[in-house]
């Protein structure tokens, strides 16, 4: 069956670096676009990043770009968010997802599969 499991999170200090990692499994990696997510205490989820499938477009928060990349291995069946100058703001439990196209949709509801989620606390 389709599973995503991420792994990477624990606590960094304000301004650390952190890689976070998808590993799938039951459906070829190669055909879908991987979306990365986050909630915050008392927060809705919100996208953090995504990458398509094929010429490998990648997309990001307004307030994340420069500081997070997104990249993927279809070898490894792995998708990576690197993480860096992190802020306290950035403590989130941290999702990824499978697209249920080969591109990234642009919304939640364009994903139709989760992962359980790696906690990122950021925090001197």
């Known amino acids: 069956q389709v599973q995503l499991v991420e792994s990477g999170g624990g606590l960094v200090q304000p301004g650390g670096s952190l890689r976070l990692s998808c590993t799938t499994s039951?459906?070829?990696?190669?055909?879908?676009?991987i979306g990365w997510f986050r909630q915050a205490p008392g927060k809705e989820r919100e996208g953090v990043s995504c990458?398509?499938?094929?010429?490998?477009?990648?997309y990001y928060a307004d307030s994340l770009k420069g500081r997070f990349t997104i990249s993927r291995d279809n070898a490894k069946n792995t998708v990576y968010l690197q993480m860096n100058s992190l802020k306290p703001e950035d403590t989130a439990v941290y999702y990824c997802?499978?697209?249920?196209?080969?591109?990234?949709?642009?919304?939640?509801?364009?994903?139709?599969?989760w992962g359980k989620g790696t906690l990122v606390t950021v925090s001197s």
């Open positions: 997802a499978k697209s249920a196209y080969y591109y990234c949709s642009g919304s939640q509801g364009g994903m139709d599969y």
């Open positions: 990458v398509d499938s094929g010429d490998r477009s990648t």
């Open positions: 039951g459906f070829t990696l190669d055909y879908y676009g």
